[in-house]
């Protein structure tokens, strides 16, 4: 079942990856709006390839509820769980200040903790909150997509969605800027969920619709328009609506761009998607995302013997601690993460059937374990 178009969905996430690096090593005052663009698209290649893998499992003829559950979660933790519990070992050893939060992160619950001070400390691990909204996202939906039923299951996505635009005005009537309106989960479900969307309509045969597969152009220009526009003073009339206008306007933009990149992009356009450095960097892109913090402290930390600047944002630092992540993402690839995939052959998400008599003992008659390797090939 696998499928090989989509290969080109990790040059998405190289893509994603990419522009977080930008933001963090590069951008005026480690932020940009990319950085937080490419997070957004993670989380719509996580929606729609979550809900497919999900929907083709509900699919199978020897299909059960509780099997299926349990071969999702041990999958997920056997890919998520090694790497990223290393980064917390190697954070408490070398940094003081992060061991207060470090519950929190261990229990996927990073998002709240910087809602809650309202500060991004500790820095070093501050990107871990998509990682926890993921983790949430996780935990529920599974639940949605194999019990309800399957008739609605396209109008609760479309239900999701609307939650999250909505929780959108709540911040314009508390008047409170606070890291909360991007951190809590609802800030995220609407990029979640319309990719979850596209798998749903897949899933009957339809793709995205006809008017966002040939507007999004639009879309496109008018975020760029809005991000490059004058944000005027604090707590002018603009703020809000722009904040809005920023986090709504790429969504379908980004929808249109995995819909195709999963069907097979075509010409010039597919032979760049399959570029091979670009799809290597997609492959390791989970590695990227968890080590870079910490190779960009140890980065600065090594000033001394580094001949160029890395210590403040810049070429130097882009290029400096932009490699050392690369090496270090691609040796945790081939030494630790992807021997570890391995396991995943224990826990299929559909069963093999068993018969009785010799044809069993001879292997005859057992259908195929249900394993879709594309979704689980990078970061989910």
Same mark, same amino acid.
């Given at each position: 079942m696998a499928n090989a178009r989509d290969i080109q969905l990790d040059a998405l996430r190289a893509i994603a990856v990419t522009l977080v690096l930008y933001s963090h090593l590069l951008a005026a005052g480690g932020s940009s709006f990319v950085g937080h663009l490419g997070v957004r698209l993670f989380f719509v290649l996580s929606g729609f390839l979550i809900t497919r893998l999900l929907l083709e499992a509900r699919d199978a003829s020897l299909f059960e509820v509780g099997p299926a559950l349990r071969s999702f979660y041990a999958r997920r933790m056997i890919r998520i769980f090694p790497p990223y519990f290393a980064v917390l070992g190697l954070v408490w050893l070398a940094s003081e200040q992060s061991r207060p939060s470090l519950a929190w992160h261990a229990l996927y619950l990073s998002n709240f903790w910087y809602a809650r001070h309202n500060d991004w400390t500790p820095w070093?691990?501050?990107?871990?909150? %998509?990682?926890s909204i993921e983790e949430q996202f996780y935990l529920v939906w599974p639940l949605i997509v194999l019990l309800a039923p399957r008739k609605r299951l396209e109008a609760i996505t479309i239900a999701v969605i609307a939650f999250s635009l909505a929780y959108r005005f709540y911040w314009p009537i508390a008047a409170n800027p606070a890291l909360a309106r991007d951190l809590l989960p609802p800030a995220s479900m609407d990029a979640l969920g319309c990719g979850a969307l596209l798998a749903v309509r897949r899933a009957r045969g339809a793709d995205a619709p006809k008017w966002m597969r040939l507007g999004w152009p639009v879309l496109a220009a008018m975020f760029l328009f809005v991000v490059w526009s004058d944000p005027g003073p604090a707590n002018s009339a603009w703020e809000w609506p722009r904040w809005t206008l920023?986090?709504?306007?790429?969504?379908?933009?980004m929808l249109a761009i995995v819909a195709a990149c999963s069907n097979g992009l075509r010409g010039t356009l597919g032979r760049l998607a399959e570029?091979?450095?670009?799809?290597?960097?997609?492959?390791?892109?989970?590695?990227? *995302?968890? *080590?870079? %913090?910490?190779?960009?402290?140890? @980065?600065v930390r090594a000033q001394s013997w580094i001949p160029v600047d890395v210590s403040e944002q810049?070429?130097?630092?882009?290029?400096?601690?932009? @490699?050392? @992540?690369?090496?270090?993402?691609s040796l945790s690839w081939v030494f630790f993460e992807k021997p570890l995939n391995g396991l995943k052959r224990y826990f299929p998400y559909v069963a093999p059937s068993r018969r009785r008599g010799a044809s069993e003992t001879r292997g005859f008659g057992t259908a195929p374990a249900l394993d879709l390797r594309p979704t689980d090939r990078g970061r989910p």
């Open positions: 070093l691990l501050c990107h871990f909150w %998509s990682l920023v986090q709504v306007l790429p969504l379908v933009p570029f091979p450095p670009l799809l290597a960097l997609g492959r390791i892109s989970y590695g990227v *995302y968890l *080590y870079h %913090s910490i190779l960009l402290a140890l @980065t810049g070429p130097g630092r882009f290029i400096v601690a932009g @490699t050392a @992540t690369l090496v270090v993402a």
